[in-house]
């Protein structure tokens, strides 16, 4: 009998063993980082469709989307840290609620507008080096099975041929480089007015410049607009492994040259 005792008891403190690392997980992932999987091209090529990554969310500070279950000990959002110009973010959408990743182009204050493609921030055209092509293979990608677009006769280029598009490095205000991707000589948002950052406010966009609705486009017809700090839920830091596959569970098609990356 005390052998069958000793039994139950080994399986009830493993049980509870299990029930407690689950419950300071699900604490750990709330409170400190959140997992997002890229399901869009709009970032490319610094992000590609099946990048697997946790997202910083104290790098900034407690919001309502980075508190414990929703519960916040003070309401509003307390910053730790002000996002940096340059820095990738995952944000809440101001309308729909939805998780999105772009990158910080415009801080509150700040004036942007863009002109043949390229930043006018704060009146100063932000540079662009041209930096070769970025190719990659026109055929279905990610869960969704989306088409990528490209530069070299986009809509002629047949499956499983080379898509190109041109490549820059951009350089921000204070040093940050990045790549830029471009598909469009004369794209839909290639040429806009000034838009003046609110106070409490911030402006958004995706490296794949020609492929991304972003703060560029107003909440009014689908685009971001600008993004209040509340909705702010971190920054992501480190790619830990990347998927070419429809899930990220088909480990064969992960992309070895990804694992641990550094999102720049």
Not at 141 to 160: H, I, K, W, Y
Not at 162 to 188: A, M, Q, Y
Request: proline share 6%; aromatic share 12%; charged share 20%.
């Amino acid at each position: 009998m005390a052998s069958k005792d000793k039994t139950d008891g080994g399986i009830v403190e493993t049980i509870k063993t299990i029930v407690y690392a689950l419950l300071i997980a699900g604490i750990f992932r709330t409170l400190f980082f959140q997992p997002f999987w890229i399901p869009s091209g709009s970032m490319k090529d610094t992000l590609l469709i099946g990048d697997f990554l946790f997202v910083n969310k104290m790098a900034y500070g407690y919001s309502k989307y980075s508190c414990p279950f929703g519960i916040c000990p003070i309401s509003g959002r307390i910053l730790f840290s002000e996002p940096e110009r340059g820095d990738v973010v995952v944000f809440s959408h101001p309308v729909t609620g939805a998780d999105f990743i772009k990158r910080l182009i415009g801080l509150p204050g700040d004036t942007i507008k863009m002109r043949d493609g390229n930043i006018i921030l704060n009146d100063v055209e932000v540079p662009q080096t041209p930096d070769g092509v970025f190719a990659e293979e026109r055929a279905p990608q990610g869960p969704l099975a989306s088409l990528p677009r490209c530069e070299n006769s986009d809509g002629a280029v047949g499956l499983g041929a080379e898509c190109t598009k041109s490549r820059f490095t951009e350089t921000l205000p204070g040093g940050r480089i990045h790549s830029v991707l471009n598909i469009d000589t004369n794209g839909r948002a290639d040429n806009t007015d000034v838009f003046t950052v609110p106070a409490g406010h911030y402006f958004f966009m995706g490296d794949n410049r020609d492929n991304s609705t972003d703060s560029r486009f107003g909440q009014a017809v689908g685009g971001v607009g600008f993004v209040p700090a509340e909705n702010l839920i971190g920054r992501a830091d480190r790619i830990m492994f990347s998927s070419a596959g429809a899930s990220l569970f088909y480990f064969w098609t992960w992309r070895s040259d990804r694992f641990f990356k550094a999102v720049e």
